[in-house]
């Protein structure tokens, strides 16, 4: 069902709800107002007829005659009265009416008044003293003009209530249009956004309710989807690049070394070099493959506490070994007994890579060799500076400083495959932390790492 049926329906239901409780309400106040008016009107008939029936002013009969007669012109319709004493005997009765049961009497005594219908008649009993004396009387007759009343206002109710409930579904139909109007127009704009038009954008005349939020949403999406699919094509296109150079090399020497037969000397160059080739596919392919791993969240389904500190002395020991020429000094801002400041939770090995990485660039990119560490502890943050004194990079490398394999024009002549970077930033990531980078050109890079630590 769409949601413009849906919306209909449901406001038709309410509105009809509300709108039949209302009618009801009307028609059972009416109801009951005209039932208390008539069982008035009956009781006022009934005392009135007792009364005249006992009156006793020692007028002529003629004269009584003429009063019977002009109290039957204030008669009700099919009226019906018998009257009885105080000792159930009966004092008058209507020559139409037999007289009532004996147990509706006695139960009429005990209480005000007894009231019942039948057959469109309506009844009551009631007890009434008069000039000293108890009676007990009983009348019945039918309310015309107000059993005619309400006959009208039910089959009035009834056929505005349908009139109106037309109404408030056509009207509901068009407002359910109108509101969902921006959401059509929404649904037809992404029908045309393919992967050939990611650039394309949403657009909306509400900005600030909902519809606009929405819009805005979508449009966010497509940029990440859009830089996502830039990424992607740029990756495997220098992917492919990078794969394929040395393995031409590695044909190219094998299929010249074969063409003739050559000297042991000969053989042995081109196998070292074959060689060569071979170690940095593999250091490449093992890159690539710390990269894709870096994205898959299950690592850390078991998270361990870590020190940061014993993380970056390790660190350097280790590229001490493989770098004597490089100079690491790590500095901390405070030194405190609590080790859930410098503690934070994740991958030891992971985070060693990241690392390895920052300082592996520092030292290739400066003259000195030398890369400064600096451990600043806060409240809830751990923070590790590296800075070195580099040949830096302009403001606009730094927009593309992560996406694998991107690297600068001042980078050439210098080992790399540019995708350390991308490596740490995903690590880092995963660590629930956060990277910065600011360099100027021949001046240095500092890289700033975020990390939570247990505090």
Not at 128 to 154: Q, V
Request: proline letters at 2%; glycine letters at 4%.
């Amino acid at each position: 069902m769409k949601i413009r049926t849906r919306f209909t329906l449901v406001f038709a239901l309410i509105v009809g709800i509300m709108l039949s409780f209302f009618s009801y309400a009307i028609f059972y106040l009416s109801e009951d107002y005209r039932q208390e008016d008539f069982h008035t009107r009956l009781k006022s008939r009934a005392i009135e007829k007792l009364e005249l029936l006992t009156k006793d002013d020692g007028k002529t009969k003629e004269i009584f005659a003429d009063r019977i007669k002009e109290n039957n012109l204030h008669a009700l319709t099919n009226e019906q009265i018998t009257i009885y004493d105080e000792n159930k005997k009966s004092v008058y009765s209507d020559n139409s009416v037999s007289a009532p049961n004996p147990d509706l009497i006695k139960s009429t005594s005990k209480q005000n008044i007894y009231s019942w219908s039948e057959k469109g008649r309506e009844g009551i009993g009631f007890t009434h003293s008069y000039k000293g004396n108890t009676y007990i009387l009983f009348i019945s007759a039918t309310d015309k003009h107000g059993t005619s009343y309400i006959n009208n206002l039910k089959k009035i109710l009834t056929v505005r209530l349908f009139i109106i409930m037309l109404i408030i579904f056509i009207s509901g139909w068009l407002f359910a249009g109108y509101f969902i109007r921006p959401i059509i127009n929404i649904v037809k704009q992404a029908d045309n956004i393919t992967s050939k038009n990611l650039s394309y954008r949403l657009k909306s005349r509400h900005v600030k309710d909902e519809i606009g939020k929405l819009t805005t949403t979508f449009n966010n999406m497509l940029d990440r989807l859009e830089t996502a699919f830039t990424i992607q094509k740029r990756f495997v296109s220098n992917a492919s690049h990078e794969l394929r150079n040395p393995l031409t090399a590695i044909s190219g020497q094998i299929d010249v070394a074969l063409m003739k037969d050559r000297k042991k000397e000969e053989y042995r160059a081109t196998l070292e070099s074959v060689s060569a080739h071979i170690r940095n596919l593999r250091m490449l392919t093992n890159s690539l493959l710390e990269l894709a791993n870096s994205d898959v969240d299950t690592l850390f389904q078991n998270f361990d506490e870590i020190r940061i500190d014993e993380i970056l002395w390790n660190m350097r020991d280790e590229i001490l070994k493989q770098r004597p020429n490089c100079n690491i000094n790590i500095n901390f801002e405070k030194i405190t007994d609590n080790e859930k400041i410098l503690t934070c939770k994740g991958k030891a090995k992971l985070l060693e890579t990241a690392f390895i990485n920052i300082i592996d660039n520092a030292c290739k990119f400066s003259e000195n060799k030398t890369v400064e560490i600096k451990v600043v502890s806060e409240k809830k943050n751990i923070i590790v500076l590296f800075t070195d004194k580099g040949i830096g990079m302009p403001e606009t490398y730094l927009n593309h400083i992560f996406e694998p394999f991107y690297r600068g024009d001042n980078t050439h002549g210098i080992p790399g495959k540019g995708i350390g970077l991308s490596l740490v930033r995903g690590i880092i990531k995963l660590h629930s932390g956060k990277i910065f980078i600011r360099s100027k050109v021949n001046e240095g890079t500092t890289v700033e790492i975020v990390l939570p630590n247990l505090s």
